[in-house]
């Protein structure tokens, strides 16, 4: 604990009195004053600083609540503490609004980095390309399938039957994949447990791996694991920015990114799921 409580002294500049951890390498930290702060320990090379900016750039859009960031230095990141609260209906219908606001605020490019981020992202404990495209069906298949299949397979978490599944998808994405977005200013790891649930009525975002890509993205990974009041969620966010027909049919699509990283990360309990959700990307596609 007192490496934790001086590595936030250093960060801060104020003095922290107290550690308990929160989770492995996850510490809340009481500072002098009483105010109380969250020490993430990093996860790989630029995890700390691809989480600060991306803070940062959703901060920026004025439009979701995400946790300030006090600082931060090659292995860990310190950020506000949220005062917990319930998950309301009417606070997850206003995370709707405001979610399709922050994807209406943009990116330059798909695949575009937070200003100020390193050379790549990470979601979860997995690195993340921040390469930029024009055109998301390649840039999908490219930098969001492709990288986690090739690892899933090389490590035989996949079968060989089983990878060209996924190869199948990345071949005839252009067919299922809707039409064509202005990149989305997106959070990028929107599962369920990133949406913090704060005292003051409002849902705040953490741990993000922010980027520019598709907006149904985000929304495909909230209905990965489930999300309390998910249907208002979307109420608010439809009422404030329609998606293009078809969406839902897409969500498999989309929720393959995540499912191949969560394959990578957590091995084949994952790998059922994920199959699933390419063969129903392929039956989309007549195939």
């Not at 600060?52 to 931060?72: H, I, K, Q």
């Amino acid at each position: 604990m007192t490496d934790v409580r001086t590595t936030v002294t250093e960060i801060t500049g104020a003095d922290a009195v107290s550690a308990r951890p929160l989770g492995p390498g996850v510490f809340e930290v009481t500072l002098a004053e009483g105010t109380l702060v969250v020490a993430k320990s990093a996860v790989g090379p630029g995890a700390t600083r691809a989480e600060a900016t991306s803070l940062d750039w959703l901060a920026e859009s004025g439009t979701v609540a995400v946790p300030g960031v006090r600082g931060y230095d090659d292995n860990w990141l310190v950020v506000d503490r949220i005062t917990p609260g319930p998950a309301t209906a009417a606070a997850a219908e206003r995370f709707g609004r405001e979610l399709a606001a922050l994807h209406r605020t943009g990116a330059t490019a798909l695949g575009a980095a937070p200003p100020g981020a390193p050379a790549s992202g990470w979601i979860g404990r997995a690195a993340m390309s921040y390469r930029p495209a024009s055109k998301w069906p390649d840039w999908y298949a490219e930098h969001r399938i492709e990288p986690y299949l090739r690892s899933a397979a090389d490590s035989a978490t996949l079968s060989t039957a089983e990878a060209a599944l996924f190869s199948q998808v990345c071949e005839r994405i252009s067919e299922v994949a809707g039409p064509p977005e202005p990149p989305a200013r997106l959070h990028g790891d929107l599962w369920s447990g990133n949406v913090y649930w704060g005292a003051d009525g409002r849902a705040w975002l953490i741990d993000p791996a922010a980027h520019g890509g598709h907006r149904e993205t985000d929304l495909a990974m909230l209905r990965l694991f489930g999300c309390p009041h998910l249907d208002r969620v979307f109420d608010g966010y439809l009422d404030t920015a329609p998606l293009a027909e078809g969406w839902l049919h897409r969500v498999p699509l989309h929720q393959l990114f995540p499912l191949l990283v969560h394959v990578v990360l957590f091995g084949r309990a994952y790998a059922g799921q994920a199959v699933a959700a390419a063969r129903e990307t392929l039956r989309l596609a007549g195939a």
